[in-house]
Every structure is written in structure tokens, then in C-alpha cells.
């Protein structure tokens, strides 16, 4: 009798795990299939500073958080993975050392939880999406995520509904802010040149892919994101560079000549301000010396005892009374010198690993799954000089979805070395 009770509370806990498993693995394709529109809600307070955001985040966490511990624990985790995983933690508890200064505990909370979905998503896509068949389901719900947004873009441009800012009309698709929406574009834009360069596709979905990344280089120009552009043209040469035949070297470095020179007066109007400013200065003040002027601020209003430990996790906003629009700065000032150095070592490691990847594979198509991984790396470095990604969660939980599908081995994508 014993036995029989015993056996069948095994087979219990076999299907309740089955059925918890696909559970959150679908609540996980739903959240990336339609976090961004989540965005147009923002603005809507449920309960004291509480967003439908942060409660589909609270869902998120709770649902893919307790699967990620449950499979920790149970199986040998990839020397990345476990890499990743201790140089965050480390992170983390910085950022958890730095509530010794907080104003304010709940916000401090909020932060750390929002740092904490990063963790959870490169986890979860780690160990879950761990063949070609499931990668492809997550890549193909990545992008039908862009559908919405990009129709929204769409209907700003031609109904000239985006914000206008000194004369242009910059689109923003369903998201708070146009910089935050090229962001989001610039990943899935080379979430498509990993596609069309790795995988074996067919050619229906080729000219698809080809259709949907010309509409995505579209309207990331129609954000007039500087920075985003500057990010989107290092990116493209970094890919022609590294690791390519000569002959497609030549090819492809000549149609980027031919298009940048082409495109080139239409940009020089969205720099026009930078490069002549004396034209403005009785005016208008440039995003970038606007932005030099708050990171001055910064510097000022710094003391030597918060260099170490900084004023506390979601402080600087609480502070300044605006966002820092420079991620190295925002972890400067609220958890230290020692966590810049952390996060910064992490984004580091990251890069090394791919670097390594690129050049270790004889096949140039394997190398250029790594060269996208860099090239994302690159892009994310750059736009956090003048951005505020570290908070963009929207944005960054497509982005590690994407690193961990990169660098997590099955035996069709290749095992990367550490």
C-alpha cells in the first residue's frame, strides 16, 4: 500500500513539474510576444507608484523565476552560464549593499527586481530554449513582438503623430520615448542579419526577413536616435570586418559606401545642431552639451564617501529629478565605484567570450552567429553612454534573450568555448 501511495505521488510530482514547466515556458513566449505594448500603460498608476508593468514584471519573475531556481539546482549548469550567473550575483549584492543609503527602500526594491529580470531571462532562455526547435519558436516570438510597434510607427510617420523636436517628427512606436524605440529596432534588426547569416531558411521567409528589416532601418531613421544610428552603422562595419571573405568583404563594404554617402545629407540634418552651434546657441541647447551639463552635475554633487557605496539603488532620478541618460553614470552615483567596476567587468566578460567564439570556428557561418553577439555587445556599450538602459527592462529582457540563444550550445548550433 505504501509503495503504490508512494508511486503515485511520484507520477504527481512528474506531471505537475511537466505541466509547471510548459506553463511558464508559454507565459514566457507571451511576455515577449507582447511586452512592448504593455508600454502605452506606462503611465497608468494601479497603487501607489505601481504600474500594470511592474505587476506583469512581479508575474514574470515569479512564474520563470521559481523554474530557473528549481532547474539550478537540479542540473550542471554550463561554465557560462555559471559564470554569467556568479559576476551578476556579485552585482546584485552590491546593489543590495547600496540600500544602506537609500531615501527610499521601495524604490531601491523596485530597481533591484528590475535588475533582477535580466538574471532570470538569461537563465530561463538558457536552460529552457535549449535546442534549435525551441530557439526558433523564442526567435520567432521576438519577432512578431517588432509587428505592433512597427505598425504604430508607421502611423505616426504617415499621419505625422510622432513628438516633434525642433522640427522633426519623431516617431516612437508604442513606447514612452523615440530613443527607447530605435533601441528596441537596432535589436531586432540584427536579431535579422543573425537569421538571414545563420540559419537555413527558406525563400519566402528570406525576402520576408529582408522586407521587415528595410521597414525596421526605416523607421529607425525616423527616430532621428543619434546615438542609435551611430550604434547601427559600428555595428554594420563590425560585421563586415570581422571574419568575412575578401570578395564579400569588398561587395558589401561598397554597397555601405554608396548608402552612406547617399543618406549622409539627411543625417547632417539631425547633427546640424552639434556641428554648428553657433547658430543655435541664442536659443536652443544640443542634446549633447544639455547632456554635458547634467553629467557635470553629476560630478558636482558627488561626495567621496558615496564613491563606494554610492546614494542607493534608484536614487539618481529621486535626486536629480531626472534620468541620467548614461548608464556608467547612474551606477557611479548609485551603488559606487565598486559596482561600475563589476558591471562593467561583466559587459567585458560577455564580450570576451564572444570575441573568442568568433575566432575559434573554422566556418565562417558559425562565426557569424558570435559576430552578431559582439555586435549587440558593442551596440549596448555605446547607446549606455547617452541612454538610460540599465532601466529599459522592455528593451534589455529582448536583448539577453537573444545572448543566451547565442551562447547557448545544442548540437546544431555549435558548442561555444569559455
Request: proline fraction near 1%; glycine fraction near 4%.
Amino acid at each position: 500500500m505504501g509503495k503504490t501511495i508512494l508511486k503515485i505521488s511520484n507520477i504527481s510530482n512528474k506531471y505537475f513539474n511537466f505541466i509547471s514547466v510548459r506553463l511558464s515556458f508559454g507565459f514566457f513566449l507571451f511576455y515577449i510576444c507582447f511586452r512592448p505594448i504593455t508600454d502605452l500603460f506606462t503611465n497608468i498608476e494601479i497603487f501607489r507608484n505601481i504600474t500594470p508593468n511592474d505587476l506583469l514584471g512581479g508575474l514574470f519573475l515569479l512564474i520563470c523565476g521559481i523554474q530557473v531556481i528549481k532547474k539550478i539546482i537540479l542540473i550542471k549548469s554550463n561554465q557560462i552560464l555559471r559564470n554569467f550567473n556568479i559576476i551578476y550575483l556579485f552585482f546584485l549584492a552590491i546593489c543590495l549593499f547600496s540600500f544602506i543609503n537609500t531615501d527610499s527602500i521601495f524604490i531601491s526594491i523596485k530597481d533591484l527586481l528590475r535588475l533582477l529580470t535580466i538574471l532570470i531571462t538569461f537563465n530561463f532562455v538558457f536552460i529552457f530554449f535549449n535546442n534549435s526547435e525551441k530557439k526558433l519558436y523564442l526567435i520567432n516570438a521576438i519577432i512578431f513582438s517588432s509587428l505592433t510597434p512597427l505598425f504604430f510607427g508607421m502611423n505616426q510617420y504617415i499621419l505625422n503623430t510622432g513628438y516633434y523636436d525642433y522640427g522633426f517628427n519623431r516617431i516612437r512606436g508604442v513606447f514612452v520615448h523615440s530613443n527607447a524605440f530605435a533601441q528596441y529596432l537596432l535589436i531586432i534588426f540584427f536579431l535579422i542579419m543573425l537569421i538571414i547569416s545563420y540559419l537555413n531558411i527558406n525563400k519566402l521567409k528570406r525576402v520576408f526577413m529582408i522586407i521587415l528589416s528595410m521597414i525596421i532601418l526605416f523607421e529607425i531613421y525616423n527616430t532621428f536616435a543619434r546615438v542609435t544610428w551611430i550604434a547601427l552603422v559600428i555595428g554594420i562595419i563590425l560585421f563586415i570586418l570581422i571574419r568575412m571573405k575578401l570578395l564579400k568583404k569588398i561587395i558589401y563594404s561598397s554597397i555601405f559606401i554608396i548608402a552612406f554617402f547617399i543618406f549622409l545629407p539627411f543625417v547632417y540634418e539631425r547633427f546640424k545642431d552639434i556641428f554648428n552651434k553657433e547658430a543655435y546657441a541664442s536659443w536652443y541647447l544640443n542634446s549633447l552639451d544639455w547632456r554635458l551639463e547634467l553629467w557635470r552635475g553629476i560630478f558636482e554633487n558627488l561626495k567621496i564617501d558615496n564613491l563606494i557605496t554610492g546614494y542607493g539603488l534608484g536614487m539618481f532620478k529621486e535626486h536629480m529629478g531626472i534620468e541620467a541618460h548614461n548608464d556608467y553614470l547612474r551606477i557611479l552615483y548609485e551603488i559606487g565605484s565598486i559596482g561600475l567596476l563589476f558591471y562593467l567587468f561583466f559587459l567585458l566578460y560577455i564580450s570576451f567570450i564572444i570575441i573568442r567564439n568568433i575566432y575559434y570556428y573554422k566556418s565562417l557561418k558559425e562565426a557569424n552567429k558570435y559576430k552578431i553577439g559582439l555586435i549587440l555587445m558593442v551596440t549596448l556599450m555605446i547607446t549606455s553612454l547617452t541612454d538610460n538602459l540599465i532601466v529599459a527592462i522592455g528593451i534589455l529582457v529582448y536583448f539577453y534573450s537573444i545572448l543566451a540563444i547565442i551562447l547557448n550550445p545544442d548540437i546544431s548550433w555549435g558548442e561555444p568555448i569559455t
